[in-house]
């Protein structure tokens, strides 16, 4: 099946620095990807629509300026965490769309 | 919007024996339903999935059922093995240029053995 590869794994910050998540389809062109938030024992909850060549559609009550999306290829997304701070410590996925969603192994961000 | 309920959160079986995972969607336009397995610290799992055209898919001991009259569709584990242990999510979508998922809330199956 198709691969999607998000990096890094796990990173742990200071607080007020930024973090970039990388997420890539290896096998596929994706003009959409989608970057979403887990916490602990809860559901993936949506940040935002990740398309190539145009501005990101962020979900209401997600700061587009601290969480800043760039799909610059049809092979590559990044969410850049601005500032991060304790509470933006959680578990991020992105996914790339072929037919269904394929998923990234997740980003484990931990802000101290 | 489409809003997606799913039960129960925590399931317990034996080893061997069936599970049953049943979600619910509001939203009867939504045509595509799609199943995934999350373990620890790792990104979901696409098991399997449905279309609206079918009412049941079966991939060796993982089935979905789906009744679009009365909007819910249901995960079917047959001869549960302790490698099934993890969570299980449901997921709704209107498969158009946007194919957003609307996730239901999980289900922890714990396998016993």
């Known amino acids: 099946g198709a691969v999607v590869s998000q990096h890094p794994s796990r990173v742990i910050c200071k607080s007020g620095t930024s973090v970039k998540i990388e997420c890539r389809s290896l096998d596929f062109q994706a003009t959409t990807m989608f970057w979403y938030r887990q916490f602990p024992k809860q559901s993936l909850m949506l940040m935002a629509t990740s398309n190539e060549g145009s501005k990101a559609t962020y979900e209401q009550g997600v700061e587009k300026d601290k969480f800043l999306i760039n799909h610059a290829s049809l092979t590559l997304s990044t969410l850049t965490v601005t500032s991060a701070h304790p509470e933006d410590s959680s578990f991020y996925i992105c996914?790339?769309?072929?037919?269904?969603?394929?998923f990234g192994q997740g980003t484990r961000l931990t802000v101290v | 919007g489409e809003n997606v309920e799913q039960h129960p959160s925590t399931l317990s079986v034996q080893e061997g024996d069936s599970a049953v995972i049943k979600c619910t969607y509001s939203?009867?336009?939504?045509?595509?339903f799609p199943w995934y397995k999350q373990e620890l610290g790792k990104g979901p799992q696409l098991i399997i999935d449905?279309?609206?055209n079918v009412g049941e898919k079966k991939d060796q001991r993982i089935a979905v059922t789906l009744n679009k009259t009365a909007k819910h569709f249901s995960l079917h584990i047959t001869e549960t093995q302790p490698e099934d242990s993890a969570v299980y999510f449901c997921a709704a979508s209107l498969m158009d240029s946007n194919y957003q998922l609307i996730w239901g809330a999980g289900t922890k199956l714990i396998i016993k053995p």
């Open positions: 449905i279309r609206s």
């Open positions: 939203d009867s336009a939504s045509n595509y």
């Open positions: 996914s790339a769309m072929r037919a269904e969603a394929f």
